[in-house]
């Protein structure tokens, strides 16, 4: 079983920057991308940004510019480091884990239990 423990939420002002961490822990054998997406009430989730295990990073048009995705492969950990928040970033922020199967080949996508994220104007 895989866990991933988000952190780095909260409230901040417009303008103002937070960095989200999440490590997954548990029987990993390798992980392929990671990412981050976000969600608020009634819409569907979307991708904020994802990196693979190379280190390729792709980002929603919305983010770019303002928001860095990065990854520590030695700690299974991923993070995103966001800077110029708007109010219209508010949202819960979930990661995401795309955990080999060695036996299987393919991965499982494994969830973050979501963080709010929460800019004033």
């Known amino acids: 079983q895989v866990q991933l423990v988000e952190s780095g939420g909260g409230l901040v002002q417009a303008g103002g920057s937070l960095r989200l961490s999440c490590a997954a822990s548990?029987?990993?054998?390798?992980?392929?991308?990671m990412g981050w997406y976000r969600q608020v009430p009634g819409k569907q989730r979307e991708l904020v940004a994802i990196i693979t295990s190379g280190g390729n990073t792709n980002s929603a048009d919305s983010v770019k510019g303002r928001f860095t995705i990065s990854r520590d492969n030695a700690k299974n950990t991923v993070y995103l480091q966001m800077n110029s928040l708007k109010p219209e970033d508010t949202a819960v922020y979930y990661c995401?884990?795309?955990?080999?199967?060695?036996?299987?080949?393919?991965?499982?996508?494994?969830w973050g239990q979501g963080t709010q994220v929460t800019v004033s104007s």
């Open positions: 995401h884990a795309d955990v080999s199967r060695t036996s299987l080949g393919g991965s499982i996508r494994y």
């Open positions: 548990g029987t990993i054998s390798s992980i392929n991308a």
